[in-house]
């Protein structure tokens, strides 16, 4: 195959050109590869650009053929990766010292032959809330749970969440959240949801269900959440209870002074 490169500068620009390994990143599960030093073991192994390095006059392109050679011990399934161009130049963000380097890419999705093993784990559901004083005076909630490849079939998952709380009641409800929209082979993301504005008084379940497009692979997970303060509530108990008293030892003290 081939890719070719733009510069859209104005002046020439040098590029260095290298093959890598796809993942999803930690934190938004996103499209990344591999930097030039990481160890890669696929498509940055399998992929030889006819030249490693290209200098593009302002304005022009520069086409450069590539071949992708697997090996007989190459594992079945889904191999994503990309051929990067970067900018050998160093721009400096103003007023710090942090250098900034530039790159684009052309994706590589490579798929090896033979047994094709799908699959998909939700794990460490937690629920995360700092319960306030005064009830409905809190922030917002979270929900955070880790999705996890666990086959050699690249995913689209899409993951349902609902809270049920007091008497069965739907607190919570977040259908069809496709976050990553791709989810590679052997990757694990973290995700955050966030819960606005839970009810004040409130305990019971979080469930999420997870699952590739079409509706297969299914998995679920859960945590149990509240949203009250019980020292708070158990303050309000006694309180209200001493008042109950001191109505009744009124009333009592009045039926006593009346009879007098």
Do not use: C
Not at 112 to 135: A, I, M
Not at 151 to 173: C, H, I, M, W, Y
């Amino acid at each position: 195959d081939k890719v070719t490169v733009s510069n859209l500068a104005k002046e020439p620009v040098t590029f260095l050109l290298y093959a890598a390994d796809a993942y999803n990143t930690p934190r938004d599960g996103g499209f990344a590869v591999r930097e030039p030093a990481e160890k890669q073991r696929s498509v940055g192994v399998w992929t030889r650009l006819a030249r490693s390095e290209v200098t593009v006059p302002a304005g022009g392109r520069t086409t450069v053929p590539f071949t992708v050679t697997i090996p007989r011990s190459a594992s079945p399934g889904d191999h994503p990766g990309a051929v990067i161009a970067l900018d050998k130049r160093v721009a400096r963000a103003k007023g710090t010292g942090v250098g900034i380097r530039q790159a684009v890419g052309a994706r590589i999705y490579l798929q090896v032959n033979g047994e094709r093993k799908p699959g998909l784990s939700v794990q460490d559901v937690r629920f995360d809330y700092e319960v306030p004083l005064v009830p409905g005076l809190g922030k917002d909630a979270t929900v955070t749970y880790t999705l996890v490849n666990s086959g050699n079939v690249q995913l689209e998952p899409r993951v349902d969440l609902k809270a049920k709380g007091l008497f069965g009641r739907t607190s919570f409800d977040s259908a069809g959240n496709k976050l990553p929209a791709e989810l590679m082979p052997g990757q694990r993301v973290r995700i955050t949801q966030k819960w606005a504005a839970p009810p004040p008084l409130d305990w019971g379940s979080v469930e999420l269900t997870a699952s590739d497009k079409g509706g297969e692979l299914v998995e679920s997970g859960s945590t149990a959440y509240r949203t009250v303060n019980w020292g708070v509530l158990v303050t309000l108990a006694l309180v209200l209870l001493l008042l109950i008293v001191g109505v009744v030892v009124r009333r009592r003290r009045a039926r006593a002074a009346a009879r007098t």
